[in-house]
């Protein structure tokens, strides 16, 4: 059973086409079963080939309910394992790095700040944007998870919803100042949160 250090496994992505290791891996909770956000273009050149080919992954579990150091020892091992055997993996290390936990230093939230600020979207940026995003779903339980955090946030911040509220029914001009001054103070304190 996973303990808080001993939350980690190992896992292997599966070509089912050619039933064949293609890539190991390392995580915590959906790491092995999430495809969109990784950022290895071998991985993510794969993935599309098996998609256009109507084949999937098979996620094989090698070890769980490990610690992190288990985990990247592990890792290592079924890379060189696979590599030993002649197999071409996607994975651009021999593994055993990750930045688990990682947090960034006052001075470069400061410079990843300072980089967002200003950051035009354009109306041609939007339609990129959301021409990437047409037809994904979000998982019946991610779902759920945003409408329970939205209920939460709601119950806890009532003079927003109040505010908000009367400037969607459009009572006063000054009710929708004030839910635009009480989004700006909002904003702050999360910046300042960040400081």
């Known amino acids: 059973m996973p303990t808080p250090t001993n939350n980690f496994y190992v896992y292997e992505h599966w070509r089912r086409d050619r039933d064949e290791c ?8 959906r790491r092995a079963y999430e495809m969109r956000w990784r950022k290895n273009p071998l991985h993510a050149n794969v993935v599309e080939y098996l998609k256009r080919i109507k084949s999937d992954i098979e996620i ?6 490990i610690s992190e150091k288990d985990a990247f020892v592990l890792e290592q091992a079924r890379i060189a394992y696979w590599r030993h ?3 071409r993996l996607t994975n651009c290390t021999d593994g055993g790095e990750g930045i688990t936990g990682h947090k960034h230093t006052a ?5 990843i700040r300072k980089r967002h600020t200003g950051v ?3 109306p041609e940026r939007r339609a990129k944007i959301g021409a990437k995003r047409k037809g994904k779903k979000h998982r019946p339980d991610s779902v759920e998870k945003m409408k329970s955090t939205k209920k939460a946030w709601a119950a806890s911040n009532p003079e927003y919803i109040k505010a908000m509220s009367l400037a969607a ?6 009710a929708k100042r004030l839910a635009t001054i009480y989004q700006r103070r909002r904003a702050d304190l999360a910046i300042e949160m960040f400081e």
Do not use: C, Q, W
């Open 22 to 29: 293609f890539y190991v891996g390392k995580g915590h909770g």
């Open 60 to 65: 094989r579990i090698i070890s769980d309910a």
């Open 169 to 174: 029914n459009s009572i006063t001009a000054k």
């Open 85 to 87: 055997l002649g197999v």
């Open 120 to 122: 035009i979207f354009t």
């Open 107 to 111: 001075e470069v939230r400061d410079i």
